[in-house]
């Protein structure tokens, strides 16, 4: 912060603290006295957006860790990741009714596995991400019950698929301290007689 800018919070009434604290945080090589800047500032400043999105994220969670009951923390979460699985659905639109065409295409885009049974009524999703997939998740940080937004885009997104409700489970987690991420769908029981 130049001089000037601070002398302009101060007579705003701005405490100065407070100001720096909002002001977006130099490179790491810049805070050790390294007289080399970040190539590229505009890199630089999203870096730092992200990172302080993703700490204020993992507040949020720890929040609604505190301040819901374990029922109302999973429907808000879950309603969290079916509002996620929306940006995929024209995807989901080019394989409803097709889920051996979708699970084709997820093994060849972005997950190690897909098992599907059909005669159980189950799928099996190994995801092939070495870390989360969601770009608000801070490793470490973020609780581990942001997991069920993820159940939430996992449910929506295999319901429309297979025009039948679904419901879903962790069965590994990154967050979890697993090395992989697993989850089982299953259709709803009772929902073949909705057909």
């Not at 790491?28 to 080399?36: D, E, F, I, W």
């Not at 890199?43 to 374990?70: H, M, V």
């Not at 449910?155 to 697993?182: F, H, M, N, Q």
Request: include cysteine; aromatic fraction near 6%.
């Amino acid at each position: 912060m130049k001089r000037i800018d601070f002398l302009k919070c101060c007579t705003s009434g701005l405490c100065a603290c407070t100001v720096v604290g909002l002001l977006p945080q130099e490179p790491a090589s810049a805070q050790s006295g390294n007289s080399q800047k970040e190539a590229d500032p505009e890199k630089a400043e999203l870096k730092w957006k992200l990172n302080a999105a993703q700490e204020r994220f993992a507040k949020l969670i720890r929040i609604l860790d505190q301040n819901l009951d374990e029922a109302s923390k999973r429907r808000v979460l879950e309603s969290l990741g079916g509002e996620c699985s929306q940006s995929f659905r024209d995807l989901v639109a080019k394989y409803k009714g097709d889920i051996r065409g979708f699970l084709a295409h997820a093994e060849k885009n972005w997950v190690e596995k897909a098992e599907y049974n059909e005669a159980a009524g189950t799928i099996r999703i190994i995801d092939k991400a070495k870390q989360c997939t969601c770009p608000l998740v801070k490793q470490g940080v973020t609780s581990p019950d942001f997991c069920s937004c993820t159940l939430g885009w996992q449910k929506a997104t295999y319901s429309a698929l297979l025009g039948k409700p679904v419901e879903a489970d962790v069965e590994e987690s990154i967050l979890r301290g697993a090395s992989r991420c697993v989850f089982r769908i299953r259709v709803t029981k009772g929902s073949d007689q909705a057909d």
